[in-house]
């Protein structure tokens, strides 16, 4: 079992950048993929990024495409969401989470473990 938390959310300007973190506890790091979701009031939750457990492999959603970056580090059981550009239709809670597959899955049912999420608002 692995245990995930996200931090760096805040609100910042149209336009402007932040970069989510999420540390890894629990079974080891390097066996999982790791995906980053976000969920918009009133809205479901949607796939943003994913990346394998070796980290050669990403997968982004086509409105943030360009934008965002996901990258991990092993050897210190994070991965990141570096988000530049940002647009007032970014506003959500973004959630990190955690896929035992071998796969770089981007459904959020293939994700057992989920972070409590942090808030990103976008000014316009």
């Known amino acids: 079992q692995v245990q995930v938390v996200e931090s760096g959310g805040g609100l910042v300007q149209s336009g402007g950048s932040l970069r989510l973190s999420c540390a890894a506890s629990g079974r080891t790091f390097s066996s999982y993929a790791m995906g980053w979701f976000r969920q918009a009031p009133g809205k479901e939750r949607e796939f943003v990024a994913a990346?394998?457990?070796?980290?050669?492999?990403?997968y982004y959603a086509d409105s943030v495409k360009g934008r965002f970056t996901i990258s991990r580090d092993n050897a210190k059981n994070t991965v990141y969401l570096q988000m530049n550009s940002l647009k007032p239709e970014d506003t959500a809670v973004y959630y990190c989470?955690?896929?035992?597959?071998?796969?770089?899955?981007?459904?959020?049912?293939?994700?057992?473990?989920w972070g409590q999420g942090t808030q990103v608002t976008v000014s316009s």
């Open positions: 989470a955690a896929s035992i597959t071998a796969a770089v899955p981007i459904t959020a049912y293939e994700y057992a473990y």
């Open positions: 990346i394998s457990r070796s980290g050669g492999i990403t």
